[in-house]
């Protein structure tokens, strides 16, 4: 048999298909991590006497981290690859969680000083997660299935909720706090080990066959992204100033910023807004809070499917990209119609149509594969997720300060939708064209 026929006969591989699942796992594992501290909260205040004020000092240690190591985290990536990054950074956010379970040993001084100390860390140690994920998928996918593939492992932030906050409840429900922090610290070091084990760019992984690589490389895949030239000393501050210069970037920076601020309502005011203002009881709430999560996950990975089905059909990069998120973030309206409406059924319905609408437009990583400058992508998705996240710091203050002069989450509701209408309008005025950024 010739070596043409040979080939013929082969079926191409579908690593990158594995590829992104394991995306999907440790996106489910770092959200999970996140939200150890919200599950083990009221029993760890409690042991260890910590007030609201001191519980809120350590709530907002996790944000403050995050942001400020976007930058360095995204240089990392650029300067040594994704693979032994993502690795050091999953491990190490994992062994701080679980050191978190020790805190109830030291004093209530120190214990405030340890929690807050080790949820700074982890928050920054998390830092270079999303912008690796975006690396990765540009690395393996092709641009026709690179919103979903996007869309597939942004959605592990929802099935997070749904898979992981029951079992964490269970936990400190049977067990204790402390194990909540052991269980998820420990599964985070063990993802962290069959990362190291399986994870390979497309130009090292030994089950990729030259069909799968030439489909991908033909279809516009980043293949050589971690290939390095010897005197390749990582992105310049030259170049970092000609993204924030972008018209394109400064656009899709503030859509982010906006879609988070959904995301951070979710996590933060929702359940408070559904005990206060709706009358459900605490168990009730989160039970409900899992609907929402829901609806983004299947929001999620529809809004990828029609940003790929888009680009396979008409070929413009940017009407996939704009359509499902501009839609998507008009839908996400729909949570204002909960100022409107009495029975808890139509909020619920509201609510989790806004967050459908919300997984349905949160392509931003999606575009970040699209736009990334070569050479510095992992510091283009450190920027984007730096002011994406900022919104994790002034929503829930925002919403607080509207609390206390109005008495009622009608403005807090009207705010959140506002953010929805801005990321729509930053993505069809702003945004222009969506194409590689090329820096010089």
Request: with cysteine; net charge positive; charged share 10%.
């Amino acid at each position: 048999m010739t070596m043409e026929a040979a080939v013929g006969s082969l079926k191409r591989s579908r690593v990158r298909f594995f590829i992104v699942l394991m995306l999907f796992l440790v996106t489910t594992v770092n959200y999970a991590d996140r939200a150890t501290l919200s599950i083990a909260g009221p029993q760890l205040a409690k042991e260890l006497g910590l007030d609201s004020i001191a519980m809120g000092y350590v709530f907002s240690a996790f944000g403050w981290s995050y942001v400020i190591g976007q930058v360095p985290g995204g240089w990392l990536l650029d300067r040594f690859g994704s693979k032994w990054v993502y690795a050091v950074s999953i491990i190490t956010w994992s062994a701080f969680t679980f050191l978190q379970g020790w805190v109830g040993f030291l004093s209530i001084g120190a214990a405030i000083t340890a929690l807050f100390g080790l949820r700074f860390l982890v928050g920054f140690a998390e830092a270079p997660s999303f912008p690796a994920n975006a690396r990765i998928v540009a690395a393996w996918f092709p641009g026709a299935e690179r919103g979903t593939a996007c869309a597939f492992f942004n959605s592990g932030q929802y099935f997070a909720t749904v898979i992981f906050a029951p079992l964490m409840g269970w936990i400190a429900h049977d067990f204790g706090w402390r194990y909540v922090f052991f269980t998820m610290g420990g599964i985070g070091i063990a993802m962290g080990l069959v990362w190291m084990k399986t994870i390979y760019g497309p130009n090292d992984h030994p089950s990729v066959n030259r069909l799968e690589y030439d489909y991908i490389r033909e279809g516009g895949a980043l293949i050589d992204m971690d290939v390095k030239k010897a005197d390749d000393t990582g992105p310049t501050w030259a170049q970092v100033k000609q993204l924030l210069r972008s018209r394109m970037m400064i656009g899709i920076y503030l859509g982010q910023f906006c879609i988070n601020a959904l995301t951070y309502f979710f996590l933060t005011w929702f359940p408070v807004y559904l005990v206060k203002e709706r009358g459900l009881s605490i168990l009730q709430a989160g039970f409900v809070a899992t609907l929402p999560a829901l609806c983004g996950f299947f929001g999620g990975i529809l809004g990828g499917v029609i940003s790929d089905y888009i680009l396979r059909t008409n070929g413009s990069l940017t009407l996939a990209r704009k359509v499902p998120i501009v839609g998507g973030m008009l839908l996400s309206m729909a949570i204002i119609a909960c100022n409107y409406v009495d029975g808890q059924a139509f909020v619920i319905g509201f609510m989790a149509l806004a967050f459908f609408g919300k997984g349905i437009g949160a392509l931003g990583w999606a575009v970040m594969s699209d736009t990334a400058p070569k050479q510095m992508a992992g510091l283009a998705g450190g920027l984007f997720n730096m002011f994406g996240n900022l919104s994790s710091i002034t929503t829930p203050i925002i919403i607080g300060y509207i609390l206390a002069a109005t008495g009622s989450f009608n403005g807090a509701l009207v705010f959140v939708g506002l953010n929805a209408f801005v990321a729509a309008f930053a993505y069809l005025v702003v945004v222009g064209e969506i194409k590689r950024f090329e820096v010089k």
